[in-house]
């Protein structure tokens, strides 16, 4: 197992754009990167995670709240956003179990396969150091100043869902009144 995984791994850098930095800065390429907001709780416990998109252009973000933070909901989040919104060149993701899957030799996770199947090259920011999911993670601390605040009153995940689309809608919304009327709304500076 070991040989074909390093064989595909091989392939993959053997193709990987040297200038792939410079692709990025330029626009030339998109990178998507990816998050979960964890550990939000509802009244009686009941946890909720967000598994949070954007890209470094444009201004298409995602997040979607579910119950718990599994590779098999990630990958049906990746499937939702990139059908909706085109495949990136590159995926950018935090090393947790979700991502990167099992920490075992020759074992290769469900997104990283996806990825690969997709022709999406899979990166991943390396462990404790910040700044480097800022994009993502400024976006998850709008998405709880606007969505995860206590005067909404969610009492199920479905309330939160449902919260969660109306800020998706106005934030990765093209029609600027629509994002102001909203963000006015819900009260964000």
Partial sequence: MSV???DIFGEIVKNYS???LLDLATQ???LD???FVEDLALPGGILVQVFSGVPVWGHVVSSLPLARSTAENVVKGLIERWRKHGLPDYAQFDNGLPFAGPPLPD?????VW????LGVVPVFAPPRRFGFQSQVEGYNRRWQEAVWRKEFGFTTLADVRKQSAKFVNADGNDDEKTRCEYRQKIAIK
């Avoid at 074992?107 to 997104?111: I, K």
């Fill in 4 to 6: 074909f995984i390093a």
């Fill in 18 to 20: 040297e200038h792939a």
């Fill in 28 to 30: 030339r390429a998109e």
């Fill in 33 to 35: 990167s990816f998050d």
């Fill in 107 to 111: 074992a290769v996770g469900q997104v």
């Fill in 114 to 117: 996806l990825c690969w199947s």
